[in-house]
C-alpha cells in the first residue's frame, strides 16, 4: 500500500498566507491526498483547526516550519513549536517530543538556507525535502537531493502551499503501514510532484503587500475615517 502526503502545508496562520483551515482541507481532498502536514511558520495555532475540518480519510500531521539562524527545518508529529535557533538545537528539540525533523529547501539559495555544519546536520536531521514545488530553479531541489543521497537520508517532497492551488502539486510517497514518523526513520518514503512554481511567489508577494496595505490604513480607520 502507497500513501501520499503533502509534508508542507500553510494556513493563515502564517502570515505569508491566507489560505483558511478549510480551503486547506478542500484542496487536500481535491488533491487525492492521504494526509498533509500543517506546517505554519513557529506556530501550531491551525492544526487543531485543520483536524476539525478534515474528513476520516484524511490524516493531518502536526507540524512547524521552525525558522532557524540558517535555514528552515520542518518538525514533523510535535505537540509544541521549537524555538527559533541554531539548526542543531532545533532538531533537538524536535526529538525530545518524539517528533522527526527534516531539512526545509535546504539548499534554495532565493530563500533561507543552510550552509555551515552540514556533515553535523545530516548526522541529526531524519530526512531531506528534496522536491519543493516553490523551489523556482531546478538546481536548487537537485542539490538537496545529492545531499541526501551523499548521507542515506531519506527523501520527501511537499508542496510550500500558502494557497489551495499549491497542494498536492509536491508530496511523499508512503510505502506501507505505520506512522509517518516510522516510515521516515525506516526510509519507507519517497518524494513525488514537481518544482519550479513561480506564480506560488507571484501570489505570495500580493498577499504580503494587501496585508501591509491594510495595516497602513488600520489606524485611520480607528480615528474614525470614513471606510470606502
Known amino acids: 500500500m502507497t500513501r501520499r502526503y503533502d509534508l508542507q502545508v500553510h494556513t493563515d496562520a502564517s502570515p505569508c498566507s491566507s489560505t483558511p483551515p478549510e480551503r486547506v482541507v478542500s484542496a487536500a481532498v481535491d488533491a487525492g ?9 513557529d506556530t501550531l495555532a491551525n ?9 476520516a480519510a484524511l490524516e493531518v500531521i502536526s507540524g ?30 524536535v526529538h525530545d517530543q518524539g517528533g522527526v525533523a527534516v531539512l526545509s529547501h535546504p539548499f534554495d539559495a532565493l530563500r533561507q538556507y543552510y550552509e555551515t555544519d552540514l556533515d553535523a546536520l545530516a548526522d541529526a536531521v531524519d530526512g531531506v525535502e528534496t522536491v519543493n514545488s516553490r523551489c523556482v530553479r531546478r538546481r536548487f531541489n537537485e542539490r538537496a537531493a545529492a545531499f541526501a543521497a551523499a548521507h542515506d537520508l531519506p527523501s520527501t517532497g511537499g508542496s510550500d ?15 506501507g503501514d505505520g506512522s509517518l514518523a516510522d516510515a521516515l526513520r525506516d526510509g519507507r518514503v519517497r518524494p513525488g510532484g514537481r518544482g519550479r512554481y513561480l506564480s506560488g511567489h507571484v501570489a505570495t508577494k500580493l498577499h504580503q503587500v494587501r496585508t501591509a496595505a491594510g495595516r497602513a490604513v488600520e489606524p485611520f480607520r480607528s480615528e474614525g475615517s470614513p471606510r470606502r
Open 64 to 93: 512547524v516550519e521552525v525558522t532557524t539562524t540558517e535555514g528552515h527545518l520542518l518538525a514533523l508529529d510535535v505537540t509544541e513549536a521549537p524555538p527559533q535557533t541554531d539548526p542543531l538545537t532545533a532538531v533537538d528539540r
Open 47 to 55: 492544526v487543531d483547526a485543520v483536524r476539525d475540518a478534515a474528513p
Open 161 to 175: 502551499a500558502h494557497f489551495p492551488m499549491e497542494v498536492g502539486r509536491a508530496y511523499t510517497c508512503i510505502d
Open 33 to 41: 491526498l492521504d494526509g498533509i502536514a500543517i506546517t505554519d511558520h
